[in-house]
């Protein structure tokens, strides 16, 4: 298949429990891809392949099936709705052409639909929003398309209205074409007949289909004068003109149904044929500059006939060895081809490429523009790298991932285990950009960081499940950092004389706080070469070595600017070496007068919570020196959004889910750092001395 028109590269996305799994599962049912429709709830779900899913009755990671709908190649993924996860939602997004935004009919617009739905606003990608779970108890498609509105600030153009609602619901009425789709009893699919609209929905239909109308000729001048004067637009023309305006964002058609039930679930898919966009009409990826990252402009423009250029979003070990999921942007990629690396300027040779059926797959031997394939076996590919023609050398634009807020001190229980964790935690970090590893020199202890405590709870079982390492977990600690608040000016001078030629080098300078976010500065205002140039990326190089470990407690300082603006060099003695042991040095002279202050995460909280129970809620947040931000009160409950430092939050949801009777729920993701109160501080800083006396 090579018409890059009849391709739809799409992800489908939303909350934890909106349904997203059970809504993969219906397309690959409806189109024919599986017989029998596994169920999350009971562990047998396509794409929920992984042990973990199953049990756990949620997505980890993001699995991409390839299916067929009236003639159109569909790739899909299905990504996690967990806020832990949500690297695996940024980088499908930034592979995909459109999407399915999933929202529960009773639940709405929850804490991570609207995360997930500012990564999808932020990568500019159409999509289509589809309310399920309308069979459910207190379901409500209008109040949801109102919350899509307000919460998300977005254009929802609603296309299907439900036929009755929870235990009633039993179809659909298309607004296009003033018909109804009602399914009978059996849950099956294909079982529904089209009739017409009940006529108690006349009068909604006639307004809902006006204002579709309305909104949609907006995106045609023409058609819009004609509309003005009442001339009706044929279907074609208004299909053209919502086409049009989702690949703009401009508005979402919507879309309601149920997926558990089967019904709705066709609109949605000729939806997908209809509207969203084929891989040629999208904005084409930007090229960057490998030095700078920025942008060069040039852009990878999608077609076959093009060097190649590819993208690795993703890497994942299985039992037939790593596969490395690509998305081609232009050119072919063959069977036995030796592509470039950009990021690292090897060649690679492809062996076997396989498309994926979530965990099936099927052999390729060519793929081309528009095509997400996986490759077989690739040595020195990390996700977010660009693959390119040998003889046009390109770099994508790259991703960017959050960094861990959470880390962990593991050991294997026996001591042939250091190996085999070694190789497996080495795999994992390939698979999961926001998973770091790093062992800490002076006690040796192995040191996992994440992005939350299920996160890391998820690495240690799939260590132990998958890979046979049995692992000691230490408490979780908090990624604590340093800075300074007010400016110090100090001179230090290094001078060592031992036979031959000694070491000298002195330094005048200047250290204030840099602005909240900007990291370590350095700057030379010296003039007449009291410390000749070459010497100068020597000072800078000593005090950036001496960022990772602050004067306080050792943690990395943060958002310091350093200005060298005098010294002196002997014409022997004075080497980049002794300038830059003079620097180190007068780090540990001067930090301590300039104020030193520890600094902790803070973590956006969303919790959702029954009404009658907002008091305790609040009450308990603010003990965890949480700052109340907002509350949104909704159908099912009420919504407090807050900022609270992540040390305060370990083990909230055992607290959240007693408070609540089991019913609330909440979401954090990382939002700043602030400096630490000075009780706390004082405990942190002695913990820490306590540790690094015991090393």
């Not at 898919?269 to 509207?275: F, G, R, T």
């Not at 190649?308 to 990629?333: E, N, P, Q, V």
């Amino acid at each position: 298949m090579t018409d890059l028109s009849k391709y739809r590269n799409i992800g489908i996305f939303a909350h934890v429990d909106a349904g997203k799994t059970t809504t993969t599962e219906r397309i690959l049912k409806l189109t024919g891809k599986i017989h029998k429709t596994g169920e999350v709830h009971d562990g047998e779900s396509t794409t929920d392949f992984m042990e973990q899913e199953a049990e756990r009755g949620i997505t980890i990671q993001s699995a991409a099936v390839t299916c067929e709908w009236k003639n159109h190649r569909l790739n899909v993924i299905d990504t996690p709705g967990h806020v832990d996860f949500t690297v695996e939602v940024y980088r499908s997004l930034k592979v995909l052409d459109g999407g399915i935004g999933v929202f529960c009919g009773s639940g709405g617009v929850e804490p991570q639909s609207e995360t997930n739905w500012r990564y999808a606003n932020e990568s500019e990608v159409a999509r289509i929003i589809f309310v399920n779970k309308l069979d459910r108890m207190g379901a409500d498609f209008f109040n949801v398309v109102d919350q899509v509105k307000n919460v998300l600030g977005a254009t929802p153009l609603v296309m299907t209205l439900p036929i009755g609602r929870e235990d009633d619901f039993v179809g659909v009425v298309d607004i296009l074409e003033r018909k109804a789709y009602v399914w009978d009893d059996t849950g099956l699919p294909e079982n529904y007949e089209i009739k017409d609209v009940p006529a108690d929905m006349l009068d909604d239909l006639e307004a809902y289909r006006e204002e579709m109308v309305e909104t949609a000729v907006e995106q045609d001048d023409d058609l819009m004068e004609a509309y003005m004067e009442g001339e009706e637009p044929s279907i074609e023309d208004i299909k053209r003109c919502i086409r049009k305006g989702t690949r703009d964002c401009s508005f979402f058609p919507t879309f309601c149904g149920s997926a558990f039930k089967n019904k709705g679930m066709q609109l949605v898919l000729d939806a997908v044929v209809d509207y969203l966009p084929s891989p040629t009409e999208v904005d084409p990826q930007p090229l960057t500059d490998p030095e700078t990252g920025e942008p060069t402009g040039e852009v990878a423009t999608v077609s076959a006939d093009e060097p190649l250029k590819a993208l690795a979003f993703k890497i994942m070990d299985d039992r037939f060895g790593a596969l490395t999921f690509i998305r081609i942007y232009s050119g072919r990629m063959k069977k036995g081809d030796t592509i470039l690396n950009s990021a690292t300027g090897k060649t690679e040779r492809i062996g076997r490429m396989v498309e994926m059926q979530a965990d099936e797959r099927n052999e390729l031997t060519e793929a081309q523009a528009g095509d997400i394939i996986a490759v077989v076996g690739m040595k020195n590919v990390q996700t977010g790298h660009t693959l390119c023609d040998v003889k046009h050398e390109c770099t994508l634009e790259p991703m960017i991932f959050p960094t861990p807020v959470i880390s962990i001190a593991v050991s294997p229980k026996d001591k042939g285990g250091s190996e085999k964790m070694g190789i497996a935690i080495g795999k994992m970090v390939a698979e999961d950009p926001s998973f770091q590893v790093e062992t800490d020199e002076d006690s040796g202890e192995t040191i996992l960081k994440g992005m939350g405590e299920l996160h890391l709870d998820i690495k240690v079982d799939i260590l132990k499940r998958t890979y046979g390492v049995d692992l000691i977990v230490g408490q979780p600690q908090v990624a604590y950092r340093e800075t300074i608040t007010k400016p110090v000016e100090d001179s230090y001078t290094h001078k060592k004389q031992s036979g031959g030629s000694g070491q000298f080098g002195k330094i005048d300078y200047r250290i204030k706080p840099g602005e909240q976010g900007s990291g370590f500065k350095f700057s030379s205002t010296v003039v007449g070469g009291n410390v000749p140039k070459e010497f100068w990326p020597a000072v800078e190089k000593g005090f950036a070595g001496m960022m990772e470990h602050g004067v306080l407690a050792g943690f990395p300082t943060l958002d310091v600017e350093v200005e060298l603006f005098d010294g002196a060099f002997h014409a022997v003695d004075s080497s980049a070496i002794a300038f830059e042991i003079a620097s180190k040095g007068a780090f540990r002279q001067s930090m301590p007068k300039a104020g030193p202050q520890l600094l902790e995460p803070i973590m956006h909280v969303d919790v959702f919570t029954p009404e009658d129970h907002v008091g305790d809620v609040i009450g308990d947040l603010n003990r965890r020196r949480g700052m109340i931000k907002d509350q949104q009160a909704g159908t099912t409950g009420v919504r407090i959004k807050g900022d609270v430092p992540l040390s305060e939050m370990f083990g909230y949801i055992g607290t959240l889910r007693t408070m609540t009777s089991g019913r609330g729920q909440f979401s954090m993701e990382f939002a700043h750092y602030a400096p630490c109160p000075a009780n706390v501080a004082e405990k942190v800083i002695a913990e820490q001395k306590e540790k690094n006396a015991k090393k």
